[in-house]
Antibody, heavy 122, light 107 residues
Framework: QGQLVDSGGGVVQPGRSLRLSCAAS????????MHWVRQAPGKGLEWVAV????????FYADSVKGRFTISRDNSRNTLYLQMDSLTVEDAAVYYC???????????????WGQGTPVTVSS | DIQLTQSPSFLSASVGDRVTITCRAS??????LAWYQQKPGKAPKLLIY???TLQSGVPSRFSGSGSGTEFSLTISDLQPEDSATYYC?????????FGGGTKVEIK
């Protein structure tokens, strides 16, 4: 019953910024940790970042640490990913994903957004 | 960081076959493993979590097993709609790494 809708992707030049959004519905958004996962063209899945249900804890993949910022607005049921200093290696489809267990530590993803593509090109 | 190695990377099988995909962890991870199915142009779909628990709505021909460093996903009675890429994922601490994927083709 849960639904996640990703948006905000597009074409951006190297070194520029982009902000992705993920609108959630059909579940108690404020009770679940949320993640971003990306997939470069023709490649596998890469976990990017997580934010805890209340927004207090955040962790990042080494490949994006210091450049990407995950955040959430529980009043708007929306997850964000601010991506700065983008490089060609960041080009991918970005998915938001919901944890399956509420208010828990790291766990599986039971709902995924449809993905939003990011192209980094001059 | 935990590394997950899937094998094979590609397999081709016939409808009705039983196929098994293996996922090996670089160190013991108890049963903190999930399996996902991804079809081209679509988001991944959760199949199995905590190594062997079938997600609601997933057909019973899918099963997971294993603990420690070696895990497997088995599809019994392979169906045409099972053509997809399958990924394992480590669950217990960050980074939540994924295996490299196994593409399953129906002959």
């Amino acid at each position: 019953q849960g639904q996640l809708v990703d948006s905000g992707g597009g074409v951006v030049q190297p070194g520029r910024s982009l902000r992705l959004s993920c609108a959630a519905s059909g579940f108690s958004f404020s009770n679940y940790g949320m993640h971003w996962v990306r997939q470069a063209p023709g490649k596998g899945l890469e976990w990017v970042a997580v934010i805890s249900y209340e927004g207090r804890l955040k962790f990042y993949a080494d490949s994006v640490k210091g450049r990407f910022t995950i955040s959430r607005d529980n009043s708007r049921n929306t997850l964000y990913l601010q991506m700065d200093s983008l490089t060609v290696e960041d080009a991918a489809v970005y998915y938001c994903a919901k944890e399956g267990m509420a208010m828990a530590g790291p766990n599986y993803f039971d709902y995924w957004g449809q993905g939003t593509p990011v192209t980094v090109s001059s | 960081d935990i590394q997950l190695t899937q094998s094979p990377s590609f397999l081709s099988a016939s409808v009705g076959d039983r196929v098994t995909i293996t996922c090996r962890a670089s160190q013991g991870i108890s049963n903190y493993l999930a399996w996902y199915q991804q079809k081209p142009g679509k988001a991944p779909k959760l199949l199995i979590y905590i190594a062997s628990t079938l997600q609601s709505g997933v057909p019973s021909r899918f099963s997971g097993s294993g603990s420690g460093t070696e895990f497997s996903l088995t599809i019994s009675d392979l169906q045409p709609e099972d053509s997809a890429t399958y990924y394992c994922q480590y669950l217990n601490s960050y980074p939540l790494t994924f295996g490299g994927g196994t593409k399953v083709e129906i002959k």
